[in-house]
């Protein structure tokens, strides 16, 4: 830890709060793959999972502990030995490491939610913090829907945490309910009455229930929090938790009235957001940082006085947080040497030869159909192609005829665990048929809670990227698909969310879904 006292250190729970977000479910692979990029973008601590939760997340928090170079891995523990044993087991492999614990400390979840005492509560964070100490020094304690905690309750047991080994004290507003002025008074109130408060950093954990979560983030650390917990692209519980690109950039261009560091290399938020929501769902156009017109400037107005010095409407250059212009990079006649090297610039330095072959074969076929192949278009081949190499459903050909008059139809061959299969339907429209056909040939039961069609880039010739999201039972996916054409990347992007639907019915019911396979749907 450093020894500058304006250092604020970023702990990432995009994998662990942020996959709590309906349809943010990752695999292993999504979440290496993202690892690596929180790892080299500098992110000090990266909550990678609440190992007991599932055995999915041990080991995802096993295999991420194994590749950070830089980042200090971290996993969650409820107040239970066996919580905090699973964090130990799954993060032992890492040279460092942090156990994260946790209990609740209002009065409304001690009562409802835990059937405890305030007196139980205290003595179980005795407990739980001294037993997580056995395992390693790095300790965090968090009270639990801390903003709506009596004050003098909550100064106790910061203290006996801290007396117990804690070396990060969480205050977390669970339900998004703070507002900055009150939530300066809370960690003001901390850093004032808690006697041994200089042994550990105060850390903040805001939701964003009410938009303020950056803004309480923001506040907590102007009161003297030097930790903020927080997900790219704000992803997490509800409406989410507080976005890391925001306050890393709040704090870098308003520098004047917040003179912290980081120690994240902005120019690859750009980056993290990107492989973040190819894993879990597209971000907002109009989300500040990352959204795609977050440096877009439609009024003549506007595009006159940048045209003159572009401090007139812009805060921060789009460079500083690695957004390139939309650049044209190939064409039918780039070789697969030159793509491998453009995907290396793109990030996709770990894709496997496969993948690579697949994708340039596609590139191939683009080049060939549009005129301009962008930076974009190229990643959204690759991801793509990423998707589908883990699909047990999968497209073959497909077929629409739609226009006035005729009901639409559509013809479809499916291979559905290695069965090549082919139906016909008409339907409402051509979605509408496509997606009866894929019913047909895969019988299942989910509802369709959103269709969604973007351009990856300008022009009638663009590539169509389509997101999914499918719910069952409570549980939903996020399945996501480019092409040309926008009726095979909707049917692809279907697809894409039952294939990981599927998964997920392994991971939770693994005995339905042996029978299901052997029944052949
Ligand atoms: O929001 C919350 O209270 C949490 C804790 C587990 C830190 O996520
Ligand atoms: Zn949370």
């Known amino acids: 830890m450093s020894d500058d006292k304006n250092r604020v250190y970023i702990f990432d729970t ?21 690892s690596r990029v929180f790892d080299e973008m500098g992110i000090d601590i990266i909550e990678a999972g609440f190992p007991i939760a599932s055995p999915g997340d041990f080991e995802a928090v096993k295999a991420i502990s194994k590749i950070l170079k830089n980042s200090i891995p971290a996993g969650l523990s409820r107040h ?10 799954a993060l032992k492999e890492a040279p460092r490491f942090r156990i994260h614990t946790f209990i609740s400390t209002s009065p409304l979840h001690m009562k409802h939610k835990l059937n405890k005492s ?16 056995k395992f ?8 639990e829907d801390g903003t709506r905690t009596d004050m003098d309750y909550m100064c106790k047991t910061v203290e006996l945490a801290i007396n ?23 960690i003001s109130t901390l850093k004032n009455r808690v006697p041994n408060i200089d042994k550990a950093i105060l850390s903040v954990h805001c939701h964003n229930d009410l938009g303020l979560a950056v803004a309480n983030s923001l506040a907590g650390v102007s009161a003297g929090a030097r930790q903020v917990e927080c997900t790219i692209n704000g992803i997490g519980e509800r409406a989410g938790n507080a976005s890391l690109e925001e306050i890393v950039m709040a704090i870098k261009t308003r520098n004047d009235l917040m003179p912290y560091k980081t120690g994240i290399n902005t120019t690859l938020l750009s980056k993290a957001s990107k492989v973040v929501s190819n894993a879990t769902f597209p971000v907002q156009f109009n ?43 190939m064409g039918k006649h780039s070789g697969r040497h030159a793509f491998k090297e453009k995907l290396n610039d793109l990030g996709y330095a770990n894709v496997t030869d496969d993948v690579i072959q697949t994708a340039f074969g596609k590139f191939k076929i683009l080049a060939d159909k549009k005129k301009h192949v962008y930076d974009d278009d190229i990643a ?17 050909s497909l077929k629409v005829f739609a226009g006035t008059g005729e009901p639409q139809r559509a013809d479809m061959t499916l291979d559905v665990y290695g069965d090549i299969k082919k139906t016909s339907e008409t339907g409402d429209g051509p979605v509408d048929a496509i997606f009866k056909c894929i019913k047909k040939l895969y019988p299942h039961e989910v509802k369709l809670q959103l269709y969604q069609v973007h351009a990856v880039t300008e022009g009638t010739d663009a590539q169509a990227t389509v997101s999914v999201r499918i719910s069952e039972k409570g549980k ?9 054409d926008t009726l095979v990347a909707s049917a692809n992007a279907y697809l894409n969310a039952l294939n990981k639907m599927i998964i997920k019915r392994k991971k939770t019911a693994p005995e339905e879904y042996e029978q299901e396979k052997m029944k052949g749907i």
């Not at 969480?170 to 002025?181: A, E, L, M, R, W």
């Not at 959204?380 to 073959?396: C, E, G, R, T």
């Open 136 to 143: 390693t020094d790095d300790v965090e304690w968090s009270c």
């Open 380 to 396: 959204a081949l690759v991801d793509d192609s990423l998707i589908k190499d883990k699909n047990v459903i999968n497209l073959k």
């Open 14 to 34: 995009t994998m662990r709060d942020g996959e709590q977000s309906p349809g943010a479910s990752m695999s292993l692979e999504e979440k290496t793959q993202i």
């Open 476 to 484: 939903t996916t996020v399945g996501q698909a480019a092409d040309t």
């Open 118 to 133: 305030p007196e139980q509560v205290y003595e179980s964070i005795k407990e739980h913090v001294t037993y997580a100490r």
């Open 80 to 89: 239970s030995k066996k919580d905090i044993d699973a964090c130990y087991e």
């Open 287 to 329: 989300k500040a940082i990352v959204g795609k017109n977050a440096f877009a400037h439609e009024a003549g107005i506007h595009q006159d006085g940048m045209l003159k010095n572009r401090n007139t409407y812009e805060i921060m250059t789009p460079e500083s947080v690695g957004v390139k212009q939309t650049s044209l990079v």
């Open 164 to 186: 117990s080994g804690a070396r990060t004290i969480n205050i977390p507003d669970t339900v998004g309910y703070t507002v900055p002025s009150e939530f300066t008074k809370i």
